[in-house]
């Protein structure tokens, strides 16, 4: 073994199997250019509040380096949504100079649902949120300029119809288009 970590609890193992489409919580890749692999995870655990939304990121010699929860409490059309997240799937991007680090998770229950996106020592470095549900998330370099952008797609609660947003990782802040008086639009978020 090379090395191993103790959450201090038991894993959803089933979580963290890659999916039919090459969906994973999982990711590994060099973060900090250093020629080391570092380990990338999302947390997917719906009975332990203590790691559920969370994303951690492990050195090649498995220390801990960084954990971070992109959810948070956040109101729509006056009701408050507590803090219950679940992350879906981590990627990891290329750019032009060092990758960044992709997750999206939704709200356990409801919604909304969100992209985060974080830097190599787990800065955050944008979030889209989109009032409904995303249901599939890419990366690609559609402009062929070196960085890759964020492709999501899924269905949006105010009048139920798909969606598919592409994000440029250099302006990834806000939520999707809502009327600002419904029950979709978040008072907390940037528009």
């Not at 609890?9 to 570092?38: C, F, M, P, R, W």
């Not at 990366?139 to 797609?153: A, F, P, T």
Request: contains cysteine.
């Amino acid at each position: 073994m090379l090395w191993s970590y103790d959450f201090g609890t038991e894993l959803n193992e089933v979580a963290y199997h890659k999916d039919a489409k090459g969906g994973s919580l999982i990711q590994i890749a060099d973060l900090n250019n250093d020629g080391k692999a570092e380990v990338i995870i999302g947390f997917a655990e719906p009975l332990n509040h203590q790691l559920d939304g969370r994303i951690s990121c492990f050195s090649a010699d498995g220390r801990l380096l960084w954990t971070t929860k992109p959810g948070r409490a956040l109101h729509f059309g006056g009701h408050l949504y507590e803090d219950r997240f679940r992350i879906c799937r981590v990627l990891v991007l290329k750019t032009r100079r060092q990758p960044l680090i992709v997750a999206w998770g939704f709200h356990h229950l409801y919604f909304p649902s969100f992209v985060a996106l974080y830097d190599a020592d787990g800065r955050l470095r944008g979030q889209y949120w989109n009032s409904g549900h995303i249901i599939k998330m890419a990366v690609h370099d559609i402009d062929v300029d070196g960085d890759d952008e964020v492709l999501c797609g899924g269905c949006r609660n105010a009048d139920g119809r798909a969606f598919l947003a592409v994000l440029e990782i250099d302006n990834l802040w806000g939520q999707s288009p809502q009327d600002t008086l419904g029950r979709y639009f978040s008072p907390d978020l940037p528009p």
